[in-house]
């Protein structure tokens, strides 16, 4: 029997560590990836931990229905090795990326295409396991992609980060104030965010984050303005560059600092995107949404005719390259103390040998 390697989950709140397991047969429509490259999100460290921080002390608890060990990871690429007796069998040999955020098929929300918002979900890395392996088992080949030619490393990130940036873009210019935009973290999303953000066109795009490095990436990226959420000057200078407030805000971190920092920098009549998860609590007075004229969205990723628009916008060499670097795949668990504790720049692109 052929084996594979993962690095997988074997305890919540521990590091990943290498198991070994028979490589799977796909069966029905299933497809057997042999994985090349898989991105690493800050939302693996969430799934990690067990549970997503509610703020005040609480948690939510995101261990249930998961069976360990558990491999993550959600970015994946790779070529297809083996088809069920259901999938095309033509489909041996073509390289491809995952769309990893498939539903159950059948509710209201797969079938209007959006199994983004199934709540039974069966999201690689998150629900069923990941692309942290030499190989993964997809349900189904329409959640394959070609990729080509785009690096397979960027197309691995299309799909989560890339995907979560466009689809808050896309939502934020259907606002109809959208006068000027401020992106909030400038981590492995909001540095994508602002390479998706001038691909659609958009300029003049004000970042903030409390980190000098990530500042300074955002700047080296094209951000016209970047801002210090923390340094005393920033509340006045939020408002004399933007007019009196932005109308558009899309918050990457999703933090209790991050939302109130977004508060302050708000217009009249704007919206907050939130698709962030670093957690917390934030509680505003009910009056101010009236008072304000504001809205807040949550957001987290797109869809399968999202994930294939964007694609296609790369594919045109309007998106510009976002800072990422490669490790390999047996480092899975390095790479993840490294972004838990701020020191990864943009994004880590977990690589197969050969």
């Not at 066109?201 to 016209?224: L, M, Q």
């Amino acid at each position: 029997m052929v084996l594979m390697h993962r690095q997988s989950l074997v305890q919540f709140a521990r590091p990943i560590c290498e198991t070994v397991a028979d490589v799977p047969a796909p069966q029905g429509g299933e497809v057997l990836l042999r994985v090349a490259k898989c991105g690493l999100c800050h939302s693996d460290l969430h799934l990690q931990d067990g549970f997503f921080d509610a703020g005040h002390g609480q948690r939510i608890d995101i261990t249930r229905g998961i069976t360990l060990p558990f491999t993550l990871g959600h970015e994946i690429v790779g070529a297809i090795e083996a088809t069920g007796p259901d999938a095309p069998r033509d489909l041996i040999g073509q390289r491809c990326v995952v769309f990893p955020w498939i539903g159950c098929g059948t509710c209201r929300d797969c079938i209007n295409g959006d199994e983004n918002l199934c709540a039974r979900n069966r999201y690689l890395g998150v629900a069923l396991d990941g692309g942290f392996a030499s190989h993964v088992l997809v349900p189904d080949s329409r959640y394959l992609l070609p990729y080509e030619p785009l690096p397979a490393g960027l197309a691995a990130a299309l799909m989560c980060s890339g995907l979560t940036a466009y689809g808050a873009l896309k939502r934020s210019l259907l606002h109809p104030r959208r006068r000027n935009l401020l992106l909030i973290g400038m981590g492995g999303v909001g540095l994508m965010g602002l390479a998706v953000a001038h691909a659609m066109g958009i300029d003049n795009i004000a970042a903030a984050d409390p980190s000098e490095a990530a500042r300074a990436a955002a700047h080296d990226a094209g951000a016209a303005i970047v801002y210090d959420p923390a340094a005393r000057e920033t509340a006045r200078r939020v408002l004399k560059d933007s007019g009196g407030g932005y109308d558009v805000i899309i918050d990457f971190a999703g933090s209790d600092a991050s939302m109130a920092f977004a508060m302050g920098a708000l217009a009249r009549g704007g919206k907050i995107v939130v698709s962030g998860l670093i957690g917390g609590a934030f509680a505003t007075p009910m009056v101010s949404f009236v008072h304000k004229r504001m809205s807040i969205e949550g957001f987290m990723t797109g869809t399968l005719n999202e994930a294939r628009e964007l694609l296609d916008l790369a594919r045109t060499g309007r998106l510009k390259p976002v800072p990422m670097s490669e490790a390999p795949m047996r480092e899975a668990a390095h790479w993840m103390e490294q972004l838990r504790s701020g020191g990864v720049t943009g994004r880590i692109i977990l690589a197969n040998d050969g």
